[in-house]
């Protein structure tokens, strides 16, 4: 059963840091584009960052400088260091992966595996 589970998650003040972590399990995804994918209440899913099978990384604008996202192959991790957090960022972070395609997926229906998200708060 292919499986990704996040972590990594919780309640900070803005300013502050957060790495998010996403294991993957039930196959190799080290040839899969993957990425993290966030749902602030009452809008819909956005891509945050996502990154190709070899480690090339995209980012929306409103997170370019602040997050890095990074993979490691070997372990079937997948990371997301997020710096200098905004209450903007409160939002379900989604880990995914795409059965497809290796290269940059900036839509979510690229992705055909999910993990069950993990609540990020950013207090003002």
């Known amino acids: 059963q292919v499986q990704l589970v996040e972590s990594g998650g919780g309640v900070v003040q803005a300013g502050e840091s957060l790495r998010l972590s996403c294991a993957g399990s039930?196959?190799?995804?080290?040839?899969?584009?993957m990425g993290w994918f966030r749902q602030a209440p009452g809008k819909e899913r956005e891509f945050a960052a996502v990154?190709?099978?070899?480690?090339?990384?995209a980012y929306t604008d409103s997170v370019k400088g602040r997050f890095t996202i990074s993979r490691d192959n070997d372990k079937n991790m997948l990371y997301l260091q997020m710096n200098n957090l905004k209450p903007e960022d409160t939002a379900v972070y989604y880990c995914?992966?795409?059965?497809?395609?290796?290269?940059?997926?900036?839509?979510?229906?690229?992705?055909?595996?999910w993990g069950q998200g993990t609540q990020v708060i950013v207090s003002s």
């Open positions: 039930g196959r190799s995804f080290s040839g899969n584009a």
């Open positions: 990154t190709s099978w070899n480690g090339n990384p």
């Open positions: 995914a992966a795409s059965r497809m395609y290796g290269s940059i997926q900036l839509r979510a229906n690229a992705y055909d595996w």
